[in-house]
């Protein structure tokens, strides 16, 4: 079975911080797909990352890097220099194929103050 | 950039009623599925359906839901009688083998 840990159901900053979301999972499948998604207030789900077991290497987008250890069983997610638009609930997510059903975590809602 | 496109984006329904909900999945995605999401939690997986058969189904998706690919383009989840705990965000997605996309979503709203 999948599993997948959001252990911060909220977080609070002020605006300008940099913020780490984490994420921890489970899974017997030797290949397995993290997806990091960002919910807004609107309600739609918004892709942010998709990443494989086989490629460790962190990424970046601009402000938003990925910290993948397969180790920790850990994919975190971490936000610099917030900003007010970055608050929305954000999601962590598991697939054992690059196109199958996914396992949400619980979610973690993000709270920028200006 | 391709979309999933959802319809109504929210839809108002007594109990009992039997309500469909409609995805135009991306032409040429292959693999179709269906979420749930109630107010406040987490999203979870309803459905998946392939090559014109249900793939995998949730324990959620029990025989009050029913998918079907009417027309070849459009992917419907349909609910038979609705109970006020169906109330909740519902995603289509779609996907091919190299990642999939989720629509915006339909508010069902049972009163």
């Known amino acids: 079975a999948q599993k997948v840990t959001q252990a911060q159901t909220e977080i609070s900053v002020v605006e300008k911080e940099d913020v780490t979301l984490d994420c921890v999972y489970e899974?017997?499948?030797?290949?397995?797909?993290l997806f990091w998604y960002k919910q807004p207030p609107s309600g739609e789900l918004v892709f942010l990352i998709r990443?494989?077991?086989?490629?460790?290497q962190n990424e970046i987008s601009g402000r938003y890097s990925w910290n993948f250890q397969k180790s920790t069983s850990s994919f975190n997610f971490t936000i610099t220099a917030s900003q007010v638009v970055d608050s929305a609930v954000y999601f962590c997510a598991l697939s054992n194929t690059n196109a199958g059903k996914s396992t949400f975590g619980d979610g973690t809602t993000l709270t920028v103050k200006p | 950039e391709p979309e999933v496109t959802q319809t109504p984006s929210h839809q108002v329904t007594q109990m009992g009623q039997e309500v469909i909900l409609r995805c135009v999945p991306i032409?040429?995605?292959?693999?179709f599925y269906w979420y749930r999401q109630i107010l406040g939690q987490k999203v979870e997986f309803l459905v998946s359906f392939y090559n014109n058969e249900i793939s995998e189904k949730s324990e959620i998706f029990d025989d009050q839901f029913s998918v079907e690919r009417p027309d070849g383009s459009n992917f419907t989840l349909k609910i038979r009688s609705t109970k006020l705990e169906d109330s909740a965000m519902y995603f289509c997605a779609s996907g091919d083998i190299y990642g999939y996309t989720f629509g915006s979503g339909t508010r069902l709203t049972v009163v």
């Open positions: 032409s040429n995605h292959l693999y």
């Open positions: 899974t017997r499948d030797t290949t397995y797909y």
């Open positions: 990443r494989n077991s086989f490629d460790e």
